[in-house]
């Protein structure tokens, strides 16, 4: 079993829609969430964190913890087709010492106009 | 001002060679990392190193060798290179280990032939 798992899409969403993207992850340690968005080409860069089950919001953007569930997932409101590109899913467990990042394959999203 | 900068961008080598890839930061960081993503998309952490000290080596092999000669620099020797190690690296930073955000390079593209 993968570490962190995500769909790899592609994910395609209309215009104006709400994304949807979903990570599952195996270390029922994990303390910190994120996500990060990667365009083609380029290098990660990161959209949010999350820490403590729930939901957070940062404008177009929601991150929801269920720890109970190990499942987090991101929407993203009000799609744009410059939100086209893969999002990837990280997990920490500062616990174990290794204090590195886990990070899922990711998944592809792509936004129609 | 670039935060986090690669060279080169773009490597093509033959098998066996050794190649050195360089990584730069100059956000003030004590942290800085060395990434693997493969063709899947798979982001892999490699090493880590905190204030010139390695804190974080993964299951390499020992043909790669990272050198800090100081905070602001991490650099990657690859030995004796082999195809399936053809990918991109990123090198990354950030204020403390762990948890915070990690700021990653323009990642360079190592193509063995």
């Known amino acids: 079993q993968k570490e962190v798992e995500q769909n790899s899409g592609p994910l395609s969403v209309p215009e104006g829609a709400i994304a949807s993207l979903n990570c599952t992850y195996s270390?029922?340690?994990?303390?910190?969430f994120f996500w990060y968005r990667q365009y083609s080409g380029k290098s990660p860069e990161l959209i949010m964190f999350i820490y403590s089950n729930g939901d957070k919001e940062d404008g177009r953007f929601t991150a929801q913890l269920n720890k109970a569930s190990q499942y987090v997932s991101l929407l993203i409101r009000d799609s744009q087709p410059s939100d086209s590109a893969t999002y990837l899913c990280?997990?920490?467990?500062?616990?174990?010492?290794?204090?590195?990042?886990?990070f899922g394959s990711g998944t592809r999203l792509q936004v129609q106009p | 001002d670039t935060a986090v900068s690669q060279t080169p961008k773009y490597l093509v080598t033959q098998m066996g060679n050794d190649k050195s890839i360089k990584c730069e930061q100059n956000l003030g960081h004590d942290t800085m990392y060395w990434y693997k993503q493969d063709s899947k998309k798979f982001l892999k952490i490699m090493f880590s190193y905190n204030n010139k000290e390695l804190i974080i080596n993964e299951t390499v092999p020992n043909r790669f060798s990272p050198k800090s000669p100081d905070k602001a620099h991490l650099n990657l020797h690859i030995n004796s290179l082999e195809l399936g190690d053809s990918a991109v690296y990123f090198c990354?930073?950030?204020?403390?280990?762990?948890?915070?955000?990690?700021?990653f390079g323009p990642g360079t593209r190592l193509t063995v032939l």
């Open positions: 990280a997990v920490l467990n500062m616990d174990t010492g290794r204090r590195a990042l886990t």
């Open positions: 270390d029922r340690g994990s303390q910190s």
């Open positions: 990354a930073s950030s204020l403390g280990g762990g948890g915070n955000t990690q700021y």
